[in-house]
């Protein structure tokens, strides 16, 4: 009787129904470690994965003010 292995855990989605992801696939950053493409800070590229829909939308509410003063 042996057991079956169980299936990894799932990551979190990069992929929300209700938030899309402000990256367009340019990606360098600049001295003040924000991308060029999305305006979003490095902490804010890695916090997205497992940051819940409201915490994006106020992510993509700061990557919008950074373009706004750009």
Do not use: F
């Amino acid at each position: 009787m042996s057991e079956q292995p169980r299936p990894p855990k799932p990551l979190y989605s990069n992929v929300s129904p209700a938030v899309k992801s402000p990256c367009i696939s340019v990606c360098r950053l600049d001295e003040q470690r924000v991308c060029t493409g999305c305006q979003r800070h490095v902490e804010h590229i890695r916090e997205w994965r497992s940051a819940d829909d409201e915490r994006r939308r106020q992510i993509c509410r700061e990557a919008e003010a950074l373009r706004a003063r750009a």
